[in-house]
């Protein structure tokens, strides 16, 4: 591999832009996820009686939230994939290009 | 941890027919492992080189490897443990199998397409990549083993004790059989046969767990909130919000930390990324097992408190303490003999598949971390690689029997914690630090991965779970239950500071070049 070119792929402005993006996006997403599942475990921890708060006759908020936590993972996994095959692929293929 | 699999069987139990030969499992059961034999017959045509054994030639597309991850994630002690937690401990078995999900997403955010990019075969070539080899894979195999061989206790007694109740078969059979049929499948067809052993797993698993829940469902016209009701006016409304399960908020975030960080470190899982074609396959399989894991643990949900409504706590409970075979009696409720044989082969199944992945992980481990870049100094034809494969894998195999045999009896149940612990102490945070911090080093990597090891380890040791459950101490030296919070943490400030302390400019320099794979794919393995 040509280590000029290397060199300056890897110092071009498009290529630290490639790399900074991908990584607020997947460390913005992780922290959401964290916060996610760590807030459920302090709220069962410190406050069990508000998700017991009842919604209808039987389903209560517990159930709802739990549930909710497994939707709302596929949909944050989803939304990565969205990204990733809409916008970073191209990306890395125009850099790419270059190589 | 209370994913309990050793059974407490009471003969004097609810009118089942639990235990004695069930004629459709059998039959199943065998069906299973010959159409699964042959799979590695024609495995084993294809596969020759080191990429073929280990990586299934890298051919697996990013659909079919979703589903095999979820097969190698979905054991029997999550069907039968966490359907059986809800239906002796209400909503609290939601809040434990929603740690285990939620692991899933920050494997896709954080580890998956570089670890696709920059390794080969094992999750130590990632982080070995820029540092210095040898010091790298030792200790990496060593967090390696000690995960995987956590794991395979608990899934090998957890397997003779369930296939002793489900076939009425010897403890030291069933422990054997199961041995002897996992080694086939690695030893010969390799992570092709392993592959698709896994889908077809995966694919028993979730439809019978899907028609378990829908004939379960249509006692209840189909409305989960009649189904709920039902369990309310049973058992009173505590049954559907959590309980006692987590009470101290240390040790939940300890617990949770383990169950999802764990997740991303666990070899097996990792290795499984190597055999799609390319980092967008690594995506999309971890978005479909998202999709597969989630939608399973939802069905175990609802299989937990079906159980409680149409079958009953003290049923349930009578013939096992820790509520295992839940799912089972529900099954025989729902759909009789012949569909309780069904789902009992399907659970037989499933540690079948379980423990071909983890033996194929842990050969790898050995021949290529060890023997190849250790024992050889990286230089080894491939010829003799495999060889120290196939061997490694009977000896795993062996040692695998040994283990079942040695624990029969023994409470392992905590093991599947120390494990998780150990992959989000020892392996996770070293595989991080390498992947997005350039200054990390060497030295930093080894003392991160020792710390995260030895810490997990001896902290469960004396901590409530086997200072006093196990041991009978009155009370544990320290205090929590799960480890994570304390051995991870230390492993990465241990890795950051020892790094720190003396930089390695070669590790840094390289760590540049290094990105064009990571974020590229430039130069991945193909």
Known sequence: ?99 | MSLNLLLQINPSGPASTLGTANPVSIAIFFLFVLVTLYITYWAAKKTKTGSEFYAAGRNISGFQNGLALAGDYMSAASFLGIAGMVATKGYDGLIYSIGFLVGWPLIMFLVAEPLRNLGKYTFADVVAFRLKQRPIRIAASVGSLLTISFYLIAQMVGAGSLIKTLFGLNYEIAVVVVGVVMTMYVLFGGMLATTWVQIIKAVLLLSGATILVLLALAKFNFSPAELFMSVKTQYGADMLAPGGFITNPLDALSLGLALMLGTAGLPHILMRFYTVPDDKAARKSVFVATGFIGYFYILTFFIGFSALALVGKDAIVSLDKGGNMAALLLAENTGGSAFLGFIASVAFATILAVVAGLTLSGASTISHDLYVHVIKKGVSDEKGEMKVAKRATIFLGILAVALGLLFKGQNVAFMVGLAFSIAASANFPALLMSIIWKGFTTKGAVWCMVTGAVLSLVLIVISPTVWVDILGNSEAIFPLKNPTIVSMTSAFIVGILVSLAKPEKEAAELFESEKLRTYLGHGSEK
């Open chain 1, 1 to 99: 591999m040509d280590s000029a070119k290397t060199h300056e792929i890897l110092q071009s402005a498009e290529f630290k832009k490639l790399v900074k993006t991908r990584w607020n996006i997947s460390l913005s997403f992780t922290f959401v996820m964290l916060f996610v599942y760590i807030g459920f475990l302090l709220v069962i921890a410190y406050n069990k009686d508000f998700l017991k708060m009842p919604l209808g006759d039987s389903i209560n908020l517990a159930i709802v939230v739990g549930l909710g936590i497994i939707f709302f993972s596929w949909l944050i996994t989803g939304l990565y994939v969205y990204w990733a095959n809409n916008y970073y692929d191209s990306d890395v293929h125009e850099i790419k290009k270059k190589l």
